[in-house]
């Protein structure tokens, strides 16, 4: 270890040191091993080209600027490895960085408001594809927590496209809505929650870095859940396309919230966003990966719209999606798409019985 000035070696540091070094190198071998995983599983075709086109771009532009953010830390800790090993908390810092002022939370809660509904798509869609595999053996599926683990700490623009490259582009038929279990429902919105709280907690305090322990456990748990999409059984249930309205109801409130200071506020003009946008490597790497996730949500409505003959749906909502947020729009389009999966069939019928 380092012996420069302002770093002396002892029993409590090299016990930091140690537990810094197992922290990163868990952390990484994760972000690889999830990468490693999502990637073996995609299979190239012309229908997830796009898809593949954006996790590629989104892995190196997101993290093109982390890197770019790791090494101006480390030159500002007197590029002393062993000094940035023990004194820079990375994951935390990083998450400090984009909530301490209104511009760059405005960036930032985008995104983050965005993972409950992520988590919700992504857990039902995999069991969908778990049970579809369990009846089929030609069929593969790859656990949804891996797209989770990619997401959350690669980058959510790089999980979220590897996921959907692995969906039938081919819009099943369902006799009814599917739904989640309560508990289920529960801890993504309780995720929610905590992920609004987080802007009025002092940054890099204990109870920041609690709310941010509590926040990824609240939406990785739902990821971990196995069970049956098409399964209603009363209160131990929730319909998708109702919890779809909640997550978009509270996103548009979340970004009204936010907004609104920009539009009526003279201290405050839009200009502040842009700057925002450059003000740290950090806050520009998870800016990028929410650019990205517009452009992502604004392809799957466009695509899978137009297979249910409604693509004019997709356009308008990819168009207004820039002014309400992708966190708001997304959810609203499931919740539609989900409910349009089930009327379908009885409109086919009746106009067989028509005919």
Same mark, same amino acid.
């Given at each position: 270890?380092?012996?420069?000035?302002?770093?002396?070696?002892?029993?409590?540091?090299?016990?930091?040191?140690?537990?810094?070094?197992?922290?990163?190198?868990?952390?990484?071998?994760?972000?690889?091993?999830?990468?490693?995983?999502?990637?073996?599983?995609?299979?190239?075709?012309?229908?997830?080209?796009?898809?593949?086109?954006?996790?590629?771009?989104?892995?190196?532009?997101?993290?093109?600027?982390?890197?770019?953010?790791?090494?101006?830390?480390?030159?500002?800790?007197?590029?002393?490895?062993?000094?940035?090993?023990?004194?820079?908390?990375?994951?935390?810092?990083?998450?400090?960085?984009?909530?301490?002022?209104?511009?760059?939370?405005?960036?930032?809660?985008?995104?983050?408001?965005?993972?409950?509904?992520?988590?919700?798509?992504?857990?039902?869609?995999?069991?969908?594809?778990?049970?579809?595999?369990?009846?089929?053996?030609?069929?593969?599926?790859?656990?949804?927590?891996?797209?989770?683990?990619?997401?959350?700490?690669?980058?959510?623009?790089?999980?979220?496209?590897?996921?959907?490259?692995?969906?039938?582009?081919?819009?099943?038929?369902?006799?009814?809505?599917?739904?989640?279990?309560?508990?289920?429902?529960?801890?993504?919105?309780?995720?929610?929650?905590?992920?609004?709280?987080?802007?009025?907690?002092?940054?890099?305090?204990?109870?920041?870095?609690?709310?941010?322990?509590?926040?990824?456990?609240?939406?990785?748990?739902?990821?971990?859940?196995?069970?049956?999409?098409?399964?209603? =059984?009363? %209160?131990?249930? @929730?319909? $998708?396309?109702?919890?779809?309205? /909640? #997550? &978009?109801?509270?996103?548009? *409130?979340?970004?009204?919230?936010?907004?609104?200071?920009?539009?009526?506020?003279?201290?405050?003009?839009?200009?502040?966003?842009?700057?925002?946008?450059?003000?740290?490597?950090?806050?520009?790497?998870?800016?990028?990966?929410?650019?990205?996730?517009?452009?992502?949500?604004?392809?799957?409505?466009?695509?899978?719209?137009?297979?249910?003959? =409604?693509? %004019?749906?997709? @356009?308008? $909502?990819?168009?207004?999606?820039? /002014? #309400? &947020?992708?966190?708001?729009? *997304?959810?609203?389009?499931?919740?539609?798409?989900?409910?349009?999966?089930?009327?379908?069939?009885?409109?086919?019928?009746?106009?067989?019985?028509?005919?």
């Amino acid at each position: 270890m380092s012996t420069a000035e302002g770093f002396p070696p002892s029993t409590e540091t090299s016990a930091l040191y140690y537990k810094a070094v197992v922290s990163i190198a868990i952390y990484f071998t994760t972000v690889l091993s999830a990468l490693a995983i999502c990637i073996h599983r995609t299979r190239l075709t012309a229908h997830n080209a796009l898809y593949c086109l954006i996790a590629v771009s989104s892995l190196f532009t997101t993290w093109f600027y982390i890197i770019s953010w790791f090494h101006k830390e480390y030159v500002a800790l007197g590029s002393d490895l062993d000094r940035f090993i023990v004194e820079s908390d990375l994951f935390v810092q990083a998450y400090a960085i984009v909530t301490n002022t209104l511009p760059k939370w405005w960036w930032s809660s985008q995104l983050l408001i965005l993972t409950g509904t992520a988590l919700t798509c992504w857990s039902v869609e995999g069991q969908s594809l778990r049970l579809a595999a369990s009846k089929d053996k030609s069929k593969t599926w790859t656990p949804t927590w891996w797209f989770v683990l990619l997401g959350f700490f690669g980058s959510m623009s790089v999980g979220g496209p590897l996921f959907l490259a692995q969906l039938d582009p081919v819009p099943k038929k369902q006799a009814h809505v599917r739904s989640v279990p309560t508990l289920m429902a529960l801890l993504i919105l309780l995720g929610e929650i905590s992920v609004m709280a987080t802007p009025f907690l002092p940054s890099m305090s204990k109870p920041f870095t609690i709310n941010l322990i509590l926040t990824h456990a609240l939406f990785l748990l739902p990821s971990l859940m196995k069970f049956d999409p098409t399964n209603h =059984k009363g %209160w131990s249930t @929730v319909s $998708l396309p109702r919890l779809y309205f /909640i #997550l &978009s109801l509270i996103a548009l *409130l979340s970004h009204a919230m936010y907004t609104m200071p920009f539009v009526f506020s003279p201290i405050m003009p839009f200009k502040a966003l842009y700057r925002a946008l450059w003000f740290n490597h950090c806050q520009t790497s998870i800016s990028a990966d929410l650019v990205f996730n517009n452009v992502l949500a604004a392809l799957y409505m466009i695509q899978s719209s137009r297979k249910l003959n =409604k693509v %004019w749906i997709g @356009v308008v $909502l990819s168009l207004v999606m820039p /002014i #309400l &947020s992708v966190s708001t729009v *997304l959810p609203l389009y499931l919740g539609w798409r989900e409910r349009q999966l089930v009327e379908a069939p009885a409109e086919k019928e009746n106009d067989k019985k028509k005919k």
